[in-house]
Each structure stands twice: as structure tokens, then as C-alpha cells.
């Protein structure tokens, strides 16, 4: 059974920093391609990063990219993501997923960006 399960979130200020965690079990994790989502309030899904099975390859949305960082530690079937200098508009619920669409994805960990 596939496990997806997302932690790290929390309340932060504009400019802050935060760090999720990912915690996979159920499938081969090391030789998947891994992906972060998110879901602003009343938005759908959006695709926010991906790393190849390796962590050789990285991409990110425009609007993340030089703010965020995304790893993986294989020998622990664990995604990361590092969010640092974070925006209002940054504010979502964030999940990791095995596609970019998000149809596989995990119960997700709500991230607040607040003054």
C-alpha cells in the first residue's frame, strides 16, 4: 500500500523558513520521480517542484524558484523541501506526490504565511 506522508508545516511570518518532510512507504521510492503540490485557499492544484529518482534533476515553478529547494534522501524513502523567504501567497496545503498532477499524493501539511 502506497504511504505519502507529509509533515513540517506550520504558522510562519513573511520571510521565514520552513522545512517538509515527506515520509514514503508501499513502492519503490528510489526509482521514482518525486513531486511537491500545493492548494492555495479556493485554488486547485498546483505543481510546485520535482526531483528524478536519482536527485540529479530538480525543477521548480517560476514563482518558487531561488526560494526553494527540493531533496530526497532514498536511503529513507524521504522527500524534502526546503522553503525559505516566504510569501503570503506561499500559503497552501502542501503535499508530495509520485506525479506532477497530483492524482498520488499524500494527506498533505498545511503551511500559513502570516504577520
Known amino acids: 500500500q502506497v504511504r505519502l506522508a507529509e509533515s513540517g508545516g506550520g504558522l510562519v511570518q513573511p520571510g521565514g523558513s520552513l522545512r517538509l518532510t515527506c515520509a514514503t512507504s508501499?513502492?519503490?521510492?528510489?526509482?521514482?520521480?518525486m513531486h511537491w503540490v500545493r492548494q492555495a485557499p479556493g485554488q486547485g492544484l498546483e505543481w510546485v517542484s520535482g526531483?528524478?529518482?536519482?536527485?540529479?534533476?530538480?525543477s521548480y515553478v517560476d514563482s518558487v524558484k531561488g526560494r526553494f529547494t527540493i531533496s530526497r534522501d532514498n536511503a529513507k524513502n524521504t522527500l524534502y523541501l526546503q522553503m525559505n523567504s516566504l510569501k503570503f501567497e506561499d500559503t497552501a496545503l502542501y503535499y508530495c506526490?509520485?506525479?506532477?498532477?497530483?492524482?498520488?499524493r499524500g494527506q498533505g501539511t498545511l503551511v500559513t504565511v502570516s504577520s
Open positions: 508501499g513502492f519503490s521510492f528510489s526509482s521514482n520521480y
Open positions: 526531483i528524478s529518482a536519482t536527485g540529479r534533476l530538480t
Open positions: 506526490a509520485r506525479d506532477k498532477a497530483g492524482n498520488v
